[in-house]
């Protein structure tokens, strides 16, 4: 897909992450929406479907795991991205394993995301 | 008397022996604390930059782990040093103190910190982590209360206590090594408990010629001839201990005073070359100057350069365990630095 086309979710409960992210990623063209908790952001999704979610794993109220299965579970072609501050091993496996895209640590530069984000969008014209 | 103590060889020397060895190997232990604490500081500068996306848990766990590094250095120098280790402790209370205060400040109401030239600093993450940056301190320039400069002085107090001759085996052998301000006599000890286990000073003669590369490589520039032309030289005392791939040595009189680590040839995440200089402000310049301008290219070093002492060591990608010939040739032109530099008058 072209980048213009896609529509993002970003959600982390640090307002600087969204903050930051987003003109970032709509440099590309891409729209881009930002939440600071999970449930919030499941509602507008359940509103209008995103192509790419990019969340947080670990958030107070709905932890990023969640975030992701409950997203697969309402649109299955959506591509979900986490992002952490706490890259274990372990946490990798089980987001990968549950259905994630691909996975992302805190610090990182919004680049390093646009190249997942990019790839994404590969996949999911194909 | 010990149930065991009838089948147990008794060895001269050998429990002073393995007191240095495990001397030696706990202030490496504080060597590699010290330098884990400046990469968590180094990578603070490079996400203060504003080129990153991070939140409050990074700063956390970088703060985290520094206090973590720099609580081993405060136990390893008053295992080295006991003596004084009270101060040491109070010390590291009002900085622990203070970096817990530092996460507990809402960082909304806190004022920009000096450090804070980029534009997203004016965010409360960033403002978190240039207050972390600067309880820290600089590393070329440590102010005082300063993190940076409580590491110096950890080390400047394992300087002021380190072991001094009683420590040495008798019968071990010495080196002398003369130039025009000193005449150092190098008292040496092979630690190499295992090859040294007869207590013999054999292991040790071994170790102060060829054997001990490290040691032959730092004091091949050096000879006796220049002192006798000279006449003036005044004496200064060294300890040498290690073994074939490892060496420390340390001076125990005179201004500056030196300590150098060098391991070399084992793997090289073990490879390491370390100094301490402290005593001598314009004499720690002159040092770090010769490693910096030295064989090997800038940038390759680390240096905490304080008031009155400076640690100056390889970074942990800029060793050069591929390159035998660069690393003697750092060695050599080391050795000429440390038995020549320094004031005889001040001794």
Redesign the interface.
């Known amino acids: 897909m072209n980048p213009k086309d896609l529509r993002i979710m970003i959600i ?1 409960d ?1 307002r ?2 969204g ?3 987003k003109p970032a990623i709509e440099k590309t063209g891409s729209t881009v929406e930002i939440f600071t908790d999970g449930e919030t952001a499941l509602n507008r999704f359940q509103e209008q479907p995103f192509d790419i979610v990019v969340t947080d794993i ?1 958030m107070d109220e709905m932890d990023g795991i969640e975030v992701l299965e409950r997203v697969l579970a309402l649109s299955p072609r959506t591509k979900v991205i986490i ?1 952490t ?2 890259a274990t091993v372990e946490v990798a496996r089980e987001a990968l394993s549950k259905g994630a895209f691909d996975f992302i640590a ?5 680049g390093d ?1 646009r190249v997942i984000i990019n790839r994404a969008g590969r996949e999911l014209e194909s | 008397m010990n149930l065991l103590s009838p089948f147990r060889k008794t060895v001269p020397g050998r429990s002073r022996r393995v007191s240095l060895r495990l001397y030696c190997l706990r202030f490496k232990k504080m060597v590699a604390s010290a330098r884990s604490l400046y990469d968590l500081a180094e990578d603070g500068h490079e996400k203060m930059s504003g080129d990153y996306i991070l939140d409050r848990h990074y700063v956390e766990t970088l703060l985290d782990g520094i206090l973590e590094h720099t609580g081993r250095m405060v136990f390893d120098a008053c295992f080295l040093a006991p003596s004084g280790g009270g101060r040491l402790y109070s010390a590291w209370d009002d900085h622990r103190a203070r970096a817990l205060r530092l996460m507990e400040t809402p960082v909304e109401s806190s004022p920009a910190p000096s450090n804070s030239h980029v534009e997203c600093a004016t965010e409360p993450e960033y403002l978190l982590l240039a207050s972390v940056l600067d309880w820290i301190g600089s590393a070329s320039e440590p102010s005082t209360n300063s993190l940076l400069d409580f590491v110096l002085q950890l080390f400047e107090h394992v300087a002021i206590h380190v072991p001094d001759l009683t420590t040495i085996p008798s019968g071990s052998p010495r080196i002398t090594r003369a130039t025009n301000t000193w005449h150092n006599v190098i008292h040496v000890v092979a630690t190499d408990v295992e090859q040294s286990g007869s207590g013999s000073s054999s292991a040790d003669a071994d170790m102060a010629k060829t054997p001990n590369r490290l040691l032959r490589l730092l004091t091949g520039n050096t000879g006796a001839s220049r002192a006798n032309r000279t006449g003036q030289a005044a004496t200064r005392t060294w300890l040498a201990a290690g073994h074939e791939r490892r060496l420390s040595i340390w001076s125990l009189d005179g201004r500056p005073r030196f300590r150098l680590e060098v391991s070399f040839g084992q793997a090289a995440r073990l490879d390491l070359m370390f100094l301490h200089v402290w005593g001598h402000p314009r004499s720690a310049e002159r040092a770090t100057g010769k490693w910096r301008h030295g064989p090997l290219p800038e940038g390759q070093v680390a240096v905490i350069e304080g008031e009155t002492s400076s640690i100056i060591w390889f970074e942990n990608d800029g060793f050069p365990s591929n390159n035998p010939e660069q690393f003697e040739n750092l060695l050599t032109s080391l050795g000429t630095m440390l038995f020549q530099h320094g004031d005889a008058s001040k001794s």
């Open positions: 982390d640090e600087i992450v903050k930051r992210l670990r992002i501050g706490y805190k610090p990182f530069k919004p995301l």
